[in-house]
T-cell receptor, first 111, second 114 residues
Framework: NAGVTQTPKFRVLKTGQSMTLLCAQD?????MYWYRQDPGMGLRLIHY???????AKGEVPDGYNVSRLKKQNFLLGLESAAPSQTSVYFC??????????FGNGTRLTVT | AQSVTQLGSHVSVSEGALVLLRCNYS??????LFWYVQYPNQGLQLLLK????ATLVKGINGFEAEFKKSETSFHLTKPSAHMSDAAEYFC????WGAGNQFYFGTGTSLTVIP
């Protein structure tokens, strides 16, 4: 059972480049989330989804877009990367009222 | 809105000593509370959770936490620290509201001194 899988694990971008982070879960969970983790700031919610075809903004959505075309996948896009988006990105999922299941993260550096 | 405060971004304890990591929350509704642990270069793993019922919750690896409504606290403890407990610990609250959002504290890094 793979759980929550994030692709890629590492990425280096130049300012202005775009990329998409993929999150896939095989647990049939309804809810999916994208967080970013920065030193001293804990985890901050970027966007989330309560089901296939739905997305909503979290605490720090600016500069990011998301899509949930299939229930098992949640994509996070950066249209024009900025150094401030250097971070570790975590995807998480959960069924109804249960704790979050996390992926192992994507370390993104924007130069 | 919910929020979580973790007192002490860094905590050091000797091996075999008591571990106490503090968490206070604010919530307008009865909260669901969680502790997660993060080992280097890994995602977060659930240590324990409080939803309803018994206020003393036992988790994995010998950790436990007590929900104290009057103090709005959910402190994490372990009687005897082990070297393998060195990690980052996050407290989180959820109110099962719109989007079922989780709100995380800023984390506490635990160092265990041999």
């Amino acid at each position: 059972n793979a759980g929550v899988t994030q692709t890629p694990k590492f990425r280096v971008l130049k300012t202005g480049q775009s990329m998409t982070l993929l999150c896939a879960q095989d647990m049939n969970h309804e809810y999916m989330y994208w967080y970013r983790q920065d030193p001293g700031m804990g985890l901050r919610l970027i966007h989330y989804s309560v089901g296939e075809g739905t997305t909503a903004k979290g605490e720090v959505p600016d500069g990011y877009n998301v899509s949930r075309l299939k229930k098992q996948n949640f994509l996070l896009g950066l249209e024009s990367a900025a150094p401030s988006q250097t971070s570790v990105y975590f995807c998480a999922s959960r069924p109804g009222t249960s704790p979050l299941h996390f992926g192992n993260g994507t370390r993104l550096t924007v130069t | 809105a919910q929020s979580v405060t973790q007192l002490g971004s860094h905590v050091s304890v000797s091996e075999g000593a008591l571990v106490l990591l503090r968490c206070n929350y604010s919530s307008s509704v009865p909260p669901y509370l969680f502790w997660y642990v993060q080992y280097p270069n890994q995602g977060l793993q659930l240590l324990l959770k409080y939803t309803t019922g018994a206020t003393l919750v036992k988790g994995i690896n010998g950790f436990e936490a007590e929900f104290k409504k009057s103090e709005t606290s959910f402190h994490l403890t372990k009687p005897s620290a082990h070297m393998s407990d060195a990690a980052e610990y996050f407290c989180a609250v959820s109110d099962w509201g719109a989007g079922n959002q989780f709100y995380f504290g800023t984390g506490t890094s635990l160092t265990v001194i041999p």
